[in-house]
């Protein structure tokens, strides 16, 4: 759905008949669940054909008696456009409040007062109506912190597309088991979405720069807010902006990179979630797992460098006394506290420096100044231990900056399943000895074959369990990342392991599923030759060596055989084309330059175009495919 150039029309018929069927309904009353029920049976009935009312919407307007607001959609000849409703008495003021607002009309409820429906944009894109709203009408649409909450947290590449059914998703699951899971709004800040003139500047021919969702961050916050105002969502959500990514090779790269995040945070201040990744500045070498480690004398020379005299102190004094987590006690030798002091210490000093900047930012921002903070691990080369666990939690707290999310390395890719054995198989898909083989997990594969008799999920589920019961000592919920495609028994295990106190992060199934619907099409079907295109294109970036080492999977999955199938979503896709189910969503955010018609759109403002009925199939899989993961995790079936 897309900002029209201006309001379209609603026949004033409709509206009447909608205004009658409120007015009949509403006077005296509180605008409550009930009433809002009441009204949807009510429009039902009045067969409108131009202007479909959302009646979980309504709203009272908080200045003024007898006035409501509804949002509502208009059929217009390119499909529908979103509006909000003002119905008040013509006795009562006009609205400030909103930008571009047209007069409807006047009319007489069942011959009583006269009152005035005005028509106010309301489209992803208009942004200033849909924060005026929120704030001044529904605050209670606005997010909030998460804290220990679990929660599903959804990201969204195509927000007008997924966002309506993942909130239809969390509805469900509210209303079945009382359980809400609402984290939406969730995208990488600095990878999937950028800033607005970022994007404006983006052409498109690197599939892997930032923003290839064509998304901005900006526009994802105002895309949540729109999608709970039409929901009606009341029950709070958490709305993140995750993975504001550290990069860069130099000490001049990274301190441009940290001010590129800084940028990327102002325009993120509503956001009530931020994951910050600064694994870039891990020092491998000062873990004893990497092939190259440092030696001892080695470490302890950057150690002296790397802190001051009272920070050393400070971290040799914190971390020589044990830790008690339920039932385990975790000592740290001081060889271990210097080799993770630097193998973290520049990582974590950075992100005390981000933690601040986030809270000057949202102080500023004029929404609230709560949120939670996530300093991620995931990206790291090494599996995260409890011990390291403890480090970075500890270290972050004591000196100010709590994290309320945990999120450690544990060995997921993205958008691919967890091996559920020891060999690669056709009917098990890849196997562990493969799947580690090029990855700094020495320890994964001894540990499974000696204490899980070869057992990869139980040896996962064990570690999951103890890395939880870390975070929860420091009031932390662990977050799993990477979680789109895991199977049924990896993600049992997470929520048996984890208690239920969990965030779990999908983002790519979603979009997945969107490119399941265009792949099946009629053979020759535009939309299908559309999904050709973008296989083709992510060939030719492929051929160019655009996705670096990863461009030759494109020739590999060729080879056997695999062509453009994204393979089978309830198996986690492991027999399907893993390269295009990896890179296929970058495509989204270049040119169509192969169209027969020569229209070079971008691929994603085509795939906004979306028919209603296909729309509609990948909202269903999308919805359906939220509350199987909630079945799965927290036991929440029908």
Not at 207 to 233: D, E, M, N, Q
Request: hydrophobic letters at 40%; proline letters at 5%; glycine letters at 8%.
């Amino acid at each position: 759905m897309v900002a029209s150039p201006q309001t379209p029309v609603i026949r004033s018929s409709e509206a009447a008949a909608l205004v009658d069927a409120l007015y009949q309904l509403a006077e005296g009353r509180a605008v409550d669940d009930d009433l809002r029920l009441s009204l949807a049976g009510r429009v039902d009935g009045l067969g409108l054909a131009g202007l479909i009312p959302l009646a979980p919407s309504l709203a009272a307007d908080p200045a003024r008696a007898s006035s409501f607001y509804l949002v509502a959609d208009v059929a217009v000849a390119e499909g529908r456009h979103s509006v909000l409703l003002h119905i008040a008495p013509v006795s009562a003021a006009g609205q400030a409040l909103f930008a571009d607002a047209q007069v409807i009309g006047r009319m007489r409820p069942g011959g009583g007062r006269e009152v005035t429906v005005t028509s106010i944009p309301f489209s992803t894109r208009d942004h200033g109506n849909i924060l005026a709203y929120a704030r001044e009408v529904e605050p209670r649409c606005l997010p909030r912190p998460q804290r220990s909450l679990p929660a599903i947290a959804a990201g969204n590449r195509h927000p007008e597309i997924s966002l309506p059914a993942v909130f239809a998703a969390y509805e469900a699951l509210l209303r079945r088991k009382g359980l809400n899971l609402a984290s939406t709004s969730q995208l990488s800040a600095t990878r999937e979405m950028t800033t607005d003139e970022a994007l404006a500047a983006r052409d498109g021919e690197n599939p892997t720069a930032a923003g290839h969702t064509r998304v901005s961050i900006r526009h994802l916050y105002h895309a949540g807010l729109w999608a709970a105002v039409r929901k009606g969502w009341r029950n709070g959500y958490s709305a993140e902006a995750d993975h504001f990514i550290v990069s860069g090779n130099t000490g001049e790269e990274i301190c441009q990179s940290v001010e590129a995040c800084k940028e990327a945070i102002r325009h993120a201040a509503g956001y009530t979630k931020f994951t910050t990744d600064t694994s870039r500045l891990f020092e491998l070498r000062a873990d004893s797992r990497d092939p190259e480690a440092w030696s001892d004398s080695a470490v302890n020379e950057k150690f002296e460098q790397l802190l001051g005299r009272e920070e050393r102190n400070w971290v040799l004094d914190e971390f020589s006394r044990p830790f008690s987590i339920e039932d385990a006690t975790y000592r740290f030798s001081v060889s271990e506290i210097v080799r993770m002091s630097v193998k973290f210490g520049a990582s974590l000093k950075l992100n005390e420096d981000l933690y601040d900047y986030i809270l000057s930012a949202k102080a500023g921002c004029g929404i609230g100044s709560e949120f939670d903070f996530e300093p991620s691990l995931d990206e790291a080369e090494t599996l995260t231990t409890p011990q390291e666990l403890i480090f970075y939690m500890h270290w972050l707290r004591e000196r100010g900056r709590p994290a309320q999310l945990v999120p450690p390395n544990l060995g997921f890719k993205k958008r691919q399943a967890y091996p559920v054995a020891l060999a690669t198989a056709p009917h098990t898909g890849i196997g562990l000895r493969e799947y580690a083989s090029h990855h700094m997990w020495p320890e994964l594969l001894p540990r499974v074959e000696g204490s899980f008799a070869g057992k990869p999920l139980e040896e996962l589920a064990a570690r999951v369990a103890e890395l939880a019961r870390v975070a929860r000592h420091f009031d932390g919920t662990l977050s799993v990342h990477s979680g789109s495609g895991k199977q049924a028994e990896v993600l049992q295990q997470i929520g048996v392991a984890t208690g239920g106190r969990v965030n779990y992060k999908i983002s790519g199934e979603l979009q997945l599923q969107l490119f399941d619907v265009l792949s099946e099409q009629p053979e020759g079907s535009p939309w299908q030759q559309l999904y050709g295109r973008m296989v083709d294109r992510a060939k030719q970036f492929a051929a160019a060596g655009a996705f670096g080492a990863e461009s030759k999977l494109a020739a590999h999955y060729r080879t056997l055989g695999k062509g453009a199938s994204l393979g089978d979503a309830a198996r986690g896709r492991v027999d399907g084309n893993l390269f295009l189910v990896f890179w296929l969503g970058n495509i989204v955010g270049s040119r169509d330059v192969h169209a027969p018609d020569g229209d070079r759109r971008f691929f994603k403002e085509k795939l906004d175009e979306l028919p209603d009925g296909l729309l509609a199939e990948v909202r269903r899989r999308n919805q359906r495919y939220l509350e199987w993961l909630a079945a799965q995790l927290f036991g929440c079936g029908t």
